[in-house]
Nanobody, 123 residues
Framework: QVQLVESGGGLVQAGDSLRLSCAAS????????MGWFRQAPGKEREFVAG????????YYADSIKGRFTISRDNAKNTVYLQMNSLKPEDTAVYYC????????????????WGQGTQVTVSS
């Protein structure tokens, strides 16, 4: 398994941008597909974005499509989530996760998780 640590969360105003980072330990990062999820208080964890091993393929939840961009740098063992035009409804704890299979959207299908980073968007 791979160990994951998220960073970059914070308190911002609606319309602002944030970039989240997820640093992975281990030499096998490039063999994992990666995903970002979020969980708001009282709600289930939901899929946000995913990326293939090489970064050539990305996919997104409809709710954030066009505003968020997932990317990765395998040389740095890091995956990113660029979040633009943030809305109050984007407020949640954001998690990165790793899977050996590309294209997954269900949390239970991801085997490794970070501890999460809080994103709060004020109106």
């Amino acid at each position: 398994q791979v160990q994951l640590v998220e960073s970059g969360g914070g308190l911002v105003q609606a319309g602002d941008s944030l970039r989240l980072s997820c640093a992975a330990s281990g030499r096998t990062f490039s063999t994992y597909a990666m995903g970002w999820f979020r969980q708001a208080p009282g709600k289930e964890r939901e899929f946000v974005a995913g990326i293939s091993w090489s970064g050539s393929s990305t996919y997104y939840a409809d709710s954030i499509k066009g505003r968020f961009t997932i990317s990765r740098d395998n040389a740095k063992n890091t995956v990113y989530l660029q979040m633009n035009s943030l809305k109050p409804e984007d407020t949640a704890v954001y998690y990165c996760a790793a899977s050996v299979i590309v294209g997954l959207r269900t949390p239970a299908e991801f085997g490794s998780w970070g501890q999460g980073t809080q994103v709060t968007v004020s109106s």
